[in-house]
T-cell receptor, first 112, second 114 residues
Framework: GNSVTQMEGPVTLSEEAFLTINCTYT??????LFWYVQYPGEGLQLLLK?????DKGSNKGFEATYRKETTSFHLEKGSVQVSDSAVYFC???????????FGDGTTLTVKP | KAGVTQTPRYLIKTRGQQVTLSCSPI?????VSWYQQTPGQGLQFLFE???????NKGNFPGRFSGRQFSNSRSEMNVSTLELGDSALYLC?????????????FGAGTRLSVL
């Protein structure tokens, strides 16, 4: 079946540091790929998406490129802020309708 | 446009009881999916409903069931609660539930089983 592997956390950075969270996937077909963010006590918010190979998703300074050849979708941000502290989930849309497969999540803490 | 609304936000139950959780999708969305989130297992797919029909189901026991109404609102029921059912239950809605459709999540219902 499909699977998503995220880099193990937690990740702690200083404000304005560069962020990379690695994500690789295994899937049949051509899934869409997503990054979601979860703040404490809240549900998941869609951060960005890419629907086909070489697409780049971007939002709020975050970026990720759909790399079919390396089956990866790494999340990057050039300069993190304290407000970016949250749990980040990489996910793919399954061939099973209405189902997404998620990575384990990476907790990011940004210190002032 | 209102987002996905889940009620209640918090629930405390005891073992053996049953519980019903509610989810109102984004207006116009016909697909509703349910997930269980726990620290140990992460996010696991429970089931998905589309136009009042369950289309897909994850690997959960029959104690977990759901339904969808004609207005696309969905309920999830867990009977004979066990301690291990303590989790954040998330509902997600999408336009048609296909592979290219984005899922939008509610804030979740946190269930504690004592």
């Amino acid at each position: 079946g499909n699977s998503v592997t995220q880099m193990e956390g937690p990740v702690t950075l200083s404000e304005e540091a560069f962020l990379t969270i690695n994500c690789t996937y295994t899937a049949t077909g051509y899934p869409s790929l997503f990054w979601y963010v979860q703040y404490p006590g809240e549900g998941l918010q869609l951060l960005l998406k890419a629907t086909k190979a070489d697409d780049k998703g971007s939002n709020k300074g975050f970026e990720a490129t759909y790399r079919k050849e390396t089956t990866s979708f790494h999340l990057e941000k050039g300069s993190v802020q304290v407000s970016d502290s949250a749990v980040y989930f990489c996910a793919l849309s399954d061939q099973v309708a209405g189902k997404s497969t998620f990575g384990d999540g990476t907790t990011l803490t940004v210190k002032p | 446009k209102a987002g996905v609304t889940q009620t209640p936000r918090y629930l405390i139950k005891t073992r053996g009881q049953q519980v019903t959780l509610s989810c109102s999708p984004i207006s116009g969305h016909r697909s509703v999916s349910w997930y269980q989130q726990t620290p140990g297992q992460g996010l696991q797919f429970l089931f998905e409903y589309f136009s009042e029909t369950q289309r897909n189901k994850g690997n959960f026991p029959g104690r977990f069931s759901g339904r969808q109404f004609s207005n696309s609102r969905s309920e999830m029921n867990v009977s004979t609660l066990e301690l291990g059912d303590s989790a954040l239950y998330l509902c997600a809605s999408s336009n048609a539930g296909g592979a290219k459709n984005i899922q939008y999540f509610g804030a979740g219902t946190r269930l504690s089983v004592l």
